[in-house]
């Protein structure tokens, strides 16, 4: 793994975007929804008004791991109040979300990774950010000795196995949501469910197809490089202040 990967300050390189990335450790989803929102919103105001006081906000990509929490997006009326509460009974939580795509899973041992970063600095395309993520996930993939891929249905896959999902949302081409990397996982929570509303396949974690335990902490460093590698960019450490500014950012509000 490279340099700019170990420490919290810029490597001078060729490459001139920088992502700035905050490992956020295990934590509820709603926590971490609301620290996008908050940064989505800081970023959003900046480019509406240039000359606001409002703090500067860097490219970020939130890394974590959440509590069970099964999501839907978009389309939540196809999920009814009993539903809701018979996933609630299981023992996780449930939310409704703004997010593309339908139902999935999050829960310890897998990888969340939510860049907030503006297109402009890269490719004005949804598409085209979709197809990075997808091929950030294949490259981690390889770089474990797993051969992952794309098919016509959403996220990234191992045969008929699904071992990432992705569902985004963007505005004025500001990110958020992202995507999720099954490490670890319980895979048993996603029994409970048609995840991504996708019937006839199943789900897949790098743990079961390497067949010895991969915890989200090794996988990290991993997929940052093949991040900074896909994405064009320098992925560097977000230092302290940073983030003590990201707890403060309701002055964005």
Not at 49 to 64: A, H, M, N, W, Y
Request: glycine share 6%; net charge neutral.
């Amino acid at each position: 793994m490279s340099d700019k990967l170990l420490v919290g300050e810029f490597q001078p390189m060729a490459m001139h975007r920088t992502v700035s990335y905050v490992q956020l450790g295990r934590i509820a989803y709603h926590e971490a929804l609301q620290i996008q929102t908050l940064l989505k919103r800081c970023m959003l105001d900046k480019i509406r008004s240039p000359r606001t006081s409002r703090p500067e906000v860097q490219d970020t990509l939130l890394i974590c791991e959440h509590e069970p929490v099964y999501t839907v997006g978009l389309r939540h009326a196809d999920y009814l109040a009993s539903e809701e509460q018979r996933l609630r009974e299981l023992g996780a939580d449930f939310h409704r979300t703004n997010r593309g795509g339908l139902i999935t899973f999050h829960g310890p041992g897998q990888l969340m990774a939510y860049p907030i970063i503006n297109l402009a600095h890269y490719t004005k395309s949804v598409r085209w950010y979709i197809s990075q993520l997808e091929r950030t996930i294949i490259s981690t993939c390889k770089d474990f000795g797993i051969a992952a891929t794309t098919s016509p249905d959403t996220g990234v896959w191992v045969n008929d196995n699904k071992v990432a999902a992705i569902g985004i949302q963007c505005s004025r081409y500001i990110t958020m949501h992202g995507l999720s990397l099954n490490c670890n996982t319980d895979l048993s929570w996603f029994e409970h469910i048609v995840p991504c509303g996708i019937k006839d396949k199943g789900v897949t974690s790098l743990t079961r197809e390497l067949k010895r335990e991969i915890t989200v902490q090794e996988v990290v460093p991993v997929f940052l490089e093949a991040f900074a590698r896909e994405f064009d960019c320098s992925v560097v450490e977000s230092a302290e202040k940073d983030l003590a500014r990201i707890s403060n950012f309701e002055s964005c509000l």
